[in-house]
């Protein structure tokens, strides 16, 4: 086994943390916000542009990171990781409550269901926290049974393999108990991220943060990753062309494409992470004194960040059309609230799990 000589906080992963909140900020507006249509594919290159940068630049990047993160952090055991996945999974269902459930209730108060759902809906809808709990919970189980990195990624293999095998298999249960075997399989449209879907990116994460640890010369190695990525990514890209794959089905929310993770998918977006990652290593080259300490800041209040951005969303929702032209602008100002709040209250200094 090499010897671990990286083992201290990566500059990289925390400038690809602090991109993707405006840009998980900005697909949130255009989703909940906007007057756009997403039920159909992009029809314009603005559209694709924010479907792109929304999804393989947003959630797999994050859980990519959270995947280092097991590697890297101090808590690197079984009970740590349960009860961090714990902590998070109830957090994730306040946070419905909060946000999905508040909607619910002036919604049904006003005489007409939002969007058609249910209390349960609004409730269990399993969103990015529940997977996040869901996979500190399964790598307390690995971790407890000593499975090693190669293990980790191929448990994530096999079980996006069964997830896509049993896809609407369970679209017969009652609310409920969709909703608990949601938490690991595609049950519902209200079911984001299934942790047999996705635990793909953390896996890799784990896979990359091991071999991260043991590199000495990083330039080297974010050149190497630049080189396969960009090969793998123009060879992936064109083999789905030659089959009549339409790329735009690897990120398009249409449908829920998106959020159904098929193993050509994820390879195509796991490629993506890796330009994203060369593109991160250069930035944090440059970064240094004030500006390297707040993004730092940035990247570990994310959980934080993350739930001010729904509740601020959920306060201006009800009656709000945002335009076309200003989807950004309201996103970008929506970050640097959430943003803001996170780091200047008191409570959020201490960042959630």
Not at 247 to 265: E, G, K
Not at 303 to 316: D, E, H, P, R, T
Request: hydrophobic share 55%.
């Amino acid at each position: 086994m090499r010897e671990r000589i990286n083992t201290g906080r990566q500059g990289e992963l925390d400038v690809a943390k602090a991109l993707a909140i405006p840009y998980m900020v900005i697909i949130h507006v255009y989703e909940e916000l906007s007057v756009v249509d997403y039920d159909v594919r992009p029809d314009s290159l603005f559209r694709g542009l924010l479907e792109f940068l929304g999804g393989p630049l947003a959630a797999p990047v994050f859980m990519f990171a959270m995947g280092v993160g097991m590697v890297y952090t101090r808590h690197c055991n079984p009970r740590a990781f349960a009860l961090r996945g714990l902590r998070l999974l109830l957090i994730g269902y306040l946070l419905n409550l909060a946000v999905w459930g508040s909607q619910y209730l002036l919604s049904s108060l006003q005489g007409h269901p939002w969007y058609g759902w249910s209390w349960v809906d609004s409730i269990c809808m399993v969103d990015i926290l529940q997977f996040a709990g869901m996979s500190f919970l399964l790598m307390a189980l690995l971790t407890r049974l000593k499975v090693g990195r190669y293990g980790v990624v191929a448990v994530a293999l096999l079980l996006q393999a069964l997830g896509t095998l049993l896809l609407h298999r369970f679209d017969a249960l009652p609310g409920v108990a969709r909703y608990a075997v949601g938490l690991v399989f595609y049950t519902s449209p209200n079911v984001y991220f299934p942790l047999s879907l996705w635990f793909v990116y953390p896996a890799f994460g784990v896979l990359f943060g091991e071999f991260l640890q043991t590199v000495s010369d990083k330039r080297k190695m974010y050149n190497r990753l630049a080189l396969v990525s960009a090969a793998g990514l123009v060879a992936v890209s064109l083999g789905m062309v030659l089959t009549g794959w339409n790329l735009l089905d690897n990120f398009a929310l249409a449908d829920d494409i998106y959020y159904v993770q098929r193993f050509p998918v994820s390879l195509w977006t796991l490629l993506v992470v890796g330009l994203q990652l060369f593109l991160c290593y250069r930035i944090s080259l440059g970064l240094h004194g004030w500006l390297q300490k707040k993004i730092g800041a940035v990247a570990r209040r994310l959980n934080v960040i993350y739930i001010v951005q729904w509740l601020v969303i959920a306060s201006v929702s009800i009656g709000m059309d945002v335009p076309v032209w200003a989807i950004v602008p309201v996103g970008l100002l929506i970050a640097a609230l959430s943003i803001a709040i996170s780091l200047n209250t008191r409570y959020a200094r201490r960042a959630l799990p």
